[in-house]
T-cell receptor
Framework: DTEVTQTPKHLVMGMTNKKSLKCEQHMGHRAMYWYKQKAKKPPELMFVYSYEKLSINESVPSRFSPECPNSSLLNLHLHALQPEDSALYLC???????????????FGPGTRLTVL | AQKITQTQPGMFVQEKEAVTLDCTYDTSDQSYGLFWYKQPSSGEMIFLIYQGSYDEQNATEGRYSLNFQKARKSANLVISASQLGDSAMYFCAMREGTVGSSNTGKLIFGQGTTLQVKP
């Protein structure tokens, strides 16, 4: 299984709502990532989890709250978002870095989020 | 700081012809890795090909090959025999930090090139 799955595919939410994005992989990868991507732009890293611990937070506003309940699951909890947070949210996973080898990130299909 | 530059915002190619997508990079690391990803309009980022800085041969994966010129710091993607399904956005990326470091790092992406294949 070389797949990263994300749910939901589309999400529309108001600025006062609380919602969650879910990401799952069963490739045994111990690094998982959240990216935000605006139209026609490259993905921007938000968070990195390494061995279920948060290792990188790219100064993301606290209205985005990541969670890694186990080695296969990654969630992104959303609360009090702004319209400018509307974007494609991509999850990715990779093997942990090992000497002499680089590891590609496998991406999920993304969740298209619209904040009204 | 590492940087990836893709200077072609948009490209057209005739079906069945070859096309080269440009990518230049800047890094002070001796050991690094370069990636190409394809993103169709559906949104999923699809990994295409990888080149390590110490690889002596250019990487190839089916119709994709990477023209790696280390001295010029370029890693151009060549797609042979273009197909209509190749129409997508293409991103060149570099992993931040040295290859093999124990910590995972982020990917530094270029701005992307939109490729349209004409029938």
């Amino acid at each position: 299984d070389t797949e990263v799955t994300q749910t939901p595919k589309h999400l529309v939410m108001g600025m006062t709502n609380k919602k969650s994005l879910k990401c799952e992989q069963h490739m045994g990868h111990r690094a998982m990532y959240w990216y935000k991507q605006k139209a026609k732009k490259p993905p921007e890293l938000m968070f990195v989890y390494s061995y279920e611990k948060l290792s990188i937070n790219e100064s993301v506003p606290s209205r985005f709250s990541p969670e890694c309940p186990n080695s296969s699951l990654l969630n992104l909890h959303l609360h009090a978002l702004q319209p400018e947070d509307s974007a494609l949210y991509l999850c990715a996973s990779s093997q942990h870095g090992r000497a002499g080898v680089d590891n590609e990130q496998f991406f999920g299909p993304g969740t298209r989020l619209t904040v009204l | 700081a590492q940087k990836i530059t893709q200077t072609q915002p948009g490209m057209f190619v005739q079906e069945k012809e070859a096309v080269t997508l440009d990518c230049t990079y800047d890094t002070s690391d001796q050991s690094y890795g370069l990636f190409w990803y394809k993103q169709p309009s559906s949104g999923e980022m699809i990994f295409l090909i990888y080149q390590g800085s110490y690889d002596e041969q250019n990487a190839t994966e089916g119709r994709y090959s990477l023209n790696f010129q280390k001295a010029r710091k370029s890693a151009n993607l060549v797609i042979s025999a273009s197909q209509l399904g190749d129409s997508a956005m293409y991103f060149c990326a570099m992993r931040e930090g040295t290859v093999g470091s124990s910590n995972t790092g982020k990917l530094i992406f270029g701005q992307g090139t939109t490729l349209q294949v004409k029938p």
